[in-house]
């Protein structure tokens, strides 16, 4: 299983862009890169996935370099709401869900 | 839709008194599964299944058993609980056993249940 490596906690203010990087060195072929969201008391939720280049949907950007070894998800102009754990989750999941595993995540923190 | 929906929410339990932790979904998802987070320590799978009447160990099964009569409902039941077992317990569920057929490859999650042994 690919081992992910993510800074502990972030700092931001509202209306800036966040970017928190993944690092993923053993990344196999087919393994696909999960971002995660977590609020105080509540479960995990998915914000994005990808496997190379770039990604898009109405929350997050997702890069992912050509040796595919990092990826880093971008949150454009934060507000206080998004203050929550980010996950990085690296695995082959067209094997099952079961390879996927949550590190400790990055706690961002956003100010007014 | 309620989604996945966990029972009950809180529980306080002596060392060695046994219980269920109940899970249930109305999506019609195949995959299951049960994670236990602790401070620091992320999230860590437990059991799951990928469908009725098939269940599998995760990380850390140690104390935990699971059982999937239904497609909707999976319980995770601690037979002789120990402090150790004090965290919070998260069911997650999706629509297919892997991540790429038919979906975006999404893990949905309950709110979570607070256990703790004394």
């Known amino acids: 299983l690919a081992k992910t490596t993510q800074p502990i906690s972030m700092d931001s203010y509202e209306g800036q862009e966040v970017n928190i990087t993944c690092s993923h060195n053993n990344i196999a072929t087919n393994d696909y890169i999960t971002w995660y969201q977590q609020f105080p008391s509540q479960g995990p939720r998915f914000i994005i996935q990808g496997y190379k280049t770039k990604v898009t949907n109405e929350v997050a950007s997702l890069f992912i370099p050509a040796d595919r070894k990092s990826s880093t998800l971008s949150l454009p102009r934060v507000s206080l709401s998004d203050t929550a754990v980010y996950y990085c989750?690296?695995?082959?999941?067209?094997?099952?869900?079961?390879?996927?595993?949550f590190g400790k995540g990055t706690m961002l923190l956003v100010s007014p | 839709n309620a989604g996945v929906t966990q029972t009950p929410k809180f529980q306080v339990l002596k060392t060695g008194q046994s219980m269920t932790l109940q899970c249930a979904q109305d999506?019609?998802?195949?995959?299951m599964s049960w994670y236990r987070q602790d401070p620091g320590m992320g999230l860590r799978l437990i059991h799951y299944?990928?469908?009725?009447?098939?269940?599998d160990q995760g990380e850390v099964p140690n104390g935990y058993n699971v059982s999937r009569s239904t497609t909707e409902d999976f319980p995770l039941r601690l037979l002789s609980a120990a402090p150790s077992q004090t965290s919070v317990y998260f069911c997650?569920?999706?629509?297919?056993?892997?991540?790429?057929?038919?979906?975006?490859?999404?893990?949905?999650f309950g709110e979570g249940s607070r256990l703790t042994v004394l």
């Open positions: 999506m019609n998802h195949e995959y």
């Open positions: 299944s990928v469908g009725a009447g098939i269940t």
């Open positions: 989750l690296v695995g082959d999941i067209q094997t099952g869900y079961s390879t996927l595993t």
């Open positions: 997650a569920s999706s629509y297919e056993v892997t991540g790429l057929i038919g979906n975006t490859g999404e893990l949905f």
